[in-house]
C-alpha cells in the first residue's frame, strides 16, 4: 500500500509558475512508476506526465510538454511537477499516482492515487 499526498497548488496569473508537491509513504517508493494527471471541469482525467523509478526517464502529454517538468526524490520519498508558462486552460485537480508496471502508462490504470491539489489560473 501506497498513500500519496499532494500539495502546493493555488491561484496564479496566467505565465506563472507553480511547483507541486507529492509526499509519498508507505511502501518502497522507488518501486515505483510515478505519474501525474490532471482533471479539467467537466472532462476526463488527462496524462500530464510521468517518471522513471529511477528518475532518469519521463515523458509527457502532448499538451504540456516543454511547460511542465517532472521530478523525483527517492531519499525523500516525493514527486515533483514544476510547471511553467501555466495558460488559463490549465486550470484544473492535479493528480499524483504510483505505478506498479515496468512500462510507463498514460491512461489511469495506476495502482494509487493522491486526493489531488487545485490549480487556477487567472487570465
Known amino acids: 500500500q501506497v498513500q500519496l499526498v499532494e500539495s502546493g497548488g493555488g491561484l496564479v496569473q496566467a505565465g506563472g509558475s507553480l511547483r507541486l508537491s507529492c509526499a509519498a509513504s508507505?511502501?518502497?517508493?522507488?518501486?515505483?512508476?510515478m505519474g501525474w494527471f490532471r482533471q479539467r471541469q467537466g472532462k476526463e482525467r488527462e496524462f500530464v506526465g510521468a517518471v522513471s523509478r529511477s528518475g532518469r526517464n519521463t515523458i509527457y502529454g502532448d499538451s504540456v510538454k516543454g511547460r511542465l517538468t517532472i521530478s523525483r526524490d527517492n531519499d525523500g520519498n516525493t514527486v515533483y511537477l514544476q510547471m511553467n508558462g501555466l495558460k488559463p486552460e490549465d486550470t484544473a485537480v492535479y493528480y499524483c499516482?504510483?505505478?506498479?508496471?515496468?512500462?510507463?502508462?498514460?491512461?489511469?490504470?495506476?495502482?494509487?492515487w493522491g486526493q489531488g491539489t487545485q490549480v487556477t489560473v487567472s487570465s
Open positions: 499516482a504510483a505505478s506498479s508496471r515496468s512500462a510507463f502508462i498514460t491512461t489511469p490504470s495506476y495502482d494509487y
Open positions: 508507505g511502501r518502497a517508493f522507488s518501486s515505483y512508476n
